[in-house]
């Protein structure tokens, strides 16, 4: 089964500060996607990406960007963390079978 | 722009009886059509998708969905609740294309089966 690996489950941090999440995928997908998840807004495309050091903004890229040197991983930084980012966020990979596979989620919370 | 509507915030059901899980999707063309399931603090499972072919489409853990073109609906459905199917159900959808197409979410319904 494909795995898509969210380095931290629960993240706190203070605002102004510099915010990495990263995410690991093992199945050479070439489609990669940041969402964040909000109560009655359902998910939002942050950022995706269709192959190493390639990437498309989403619906909602303000305040964020990405980075993708290897077809694996693909980080998402808040360049500097605002309240209004505490979130859950969510990464997911692309297969083939046009399905996504999601990591377990980060839930930021930004102080 | 496409859309995805769950119009129900949540959904009660009592465990045994049949569920139903509504959704009505708007888009270009023809549709790619799935259903995801989120458990608390979890990211979200595939649970089954319409690509082609035939309407009813069966997926994981004995739930399926109903693809009706003329009223752009894809109900997710359930003969028998379990009460560990209580979680958050998303629809989505995307135009139907060889490569990718941009993949839009509904809000979420939150199905409840009472024991």
């Known amino acids: 089964d494909v795995k898509v690996t969210q380095s931290s489950r629960y993240l706190v941090k203070r605002t102004g500060e510099k915010v990495f999440l990263e995410c690991v995928q093992d199945?050479?997908?070439?489609?990669m996607f940041w969402y964040r998840q909000d109560p009655g807004l359902g998910l939002r495309l942050i950022y995706f990406s269709y192959d190493v050091k390639m990437k498309e903004k989403g619906d909602i890229p303000e305040g964020y960007s990405v980075s993708r040197e290897k077809k694996e991983r693909f980080s998402l930084i808040l360049e500097s963390a605002s309240t209004n980012q505490t979130s859950m966020y969510l990464c997911?990979?692309?297969?083939?079978?046009?399905?996504?596979?999601f990591g377990s989620g980060t839930r930021l919370t930004v102080v | 722009a496409q859309s995805v509507a769950q119009p129900e915030d949540q959904v009660n059901v009592a465990e045994g009886n049949p569920l139903t899980v509504k959704c009505t999707y708007s888009v270009s063309g023809n549709p790619y059509l799935f259903w995801y399931v989120q458990y608390p603090n979890r990211g979200l499972q595939f649970l089954l998708k319409?690509?082609?072919?035939?309407?009813l489409v069966k997926g994981s853990y004995g739930f399926e969905a109903e693809f009706n073109k003329s009223q752009t609906s894809f109900h997710l459905k359930k003969p028998s609740a379990l009460v560990s199917d209580s979680a958050l159900y998303f629809c989505a959808v995307s135009r139907a294309s060889g490569g990718y197409q941009k993949v839009t979410f509904g809000t979420g319904t939150k199905l409840q089966v009472i024991p």
């Open positions: 319409y690509i082609t072919g035939d309407n």
């Open positions: 199945m050479d997908h070439e489609n």
């Open positions: 997911a990979s692309l297969g083939r079978n046009y399905g996504y596979t």
